[in-house]
């Protein structure tokens, strides 16, 4: 069976990758900080993938909940062991956990402590989840990596002064997803922007469902081809970074 794990699956766009991928029959984990969140979600998730998928239940699909805080180096090995001790492998990670802090407004007044903390869970987080797993990504026939980025971690057209510190965060996801296709060439790694989508981190007026922001993300994981690599994407097609 394949194995997926999703960060910051909990809610929003994680737990709808998550639940597309169990219902597609994969084994997923549902990572989270908060374990009372994380649980229930995955409960939920396993109960809603069966209802709704055949597939799902023919090929074995299941969410399990995985203990992970992104921007704790401890909590991250701990989770690797933790699920080592039930698969042997791990074919698909998306790192999707991701945050926009309080008073992230301007650029010449953001503090050097919201600016570390943005880099730690957005960028450092993604780095060291996927250094921490990589022993197990290296036992799939066809490791694939995804970085849940954004277009305002673009460069090509300039920035439009929102969420300095989370959209220079997103830049540098962008080159950590450039840097692990090149140090990790047996693997697809690449970065995706989801669009505007309504989660809490979105808000209610944002253009996209859920389900339309996993779109790109589960198309990564399961049907993309495996030498698309190094690439920045969104609606399944390379943009610019
Ligand atoms: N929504 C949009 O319009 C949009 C646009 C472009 C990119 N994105 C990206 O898409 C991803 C998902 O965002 P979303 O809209 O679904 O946001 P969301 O609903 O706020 O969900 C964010 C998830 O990340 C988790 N998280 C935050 N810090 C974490 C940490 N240190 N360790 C583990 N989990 C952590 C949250 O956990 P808690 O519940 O414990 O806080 C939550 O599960 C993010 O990377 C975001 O930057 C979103």
Known sequence: ???????????????????????????VFVGARNAKAGRKAAEEMGKKCHARSATALQAGGKATFLEIDVADNDSVKKAAREFSNSE??????????????????????IS???????????????????????????????????????????????ADGWAPAYSISKTALNGVTSQLAAALPKF?????????????????????????????????ASEAPQDLTGKFLRDRKEIPW
């Not at 069976?1 to 084994?27: C, D, P, W």
């Not at 998306?94 to 407004?105: C, F, K, Q, Y």
């Not at 600016?115 to 780095?127: D, I, M, V, Y």
């Not at 690449?190 to 198309?219: H, Q």
């Open 1 to 27: 069976m394949k194995t997926a794990l999703i960060t910051g699956a909990n809610k929003g766009i994680g737990y709808e990758v998550a639940r597309q991928l169990a219902s597609k029959g994969f084994h």
């Open 88 to 109: 042997d492998h791990l074919d698909v990670l998306v790192n999707n956990a991701g945050v926009v802090l309080d008073g992230d407004e301007a650029i010449l007044e």
């Open 112 to 158: 050097d402590d919201l600016f570390r903390k943005t880099l730690e869970t957005n960028t450092l987080g993604a780095l060291r989840v996927t250094r921490a797993f990589v022993p197990l990504l290296r036992k799939s026939k066809a490791p694939r990596v995804i970085n849940v980025s954004s277009g305002s971690g673009q460069l090509t057209d300039g």
């Open 188 to 220: 697809a790694v690449n970065s995706v922007c989801p669009g505007w989508v309504r989660t809490d981190m979105g808000g209610e007026n944002a253009s996209r469902s859920v389900e339309e922001g996993a779109d790109t993300i589960v198309w990564l």
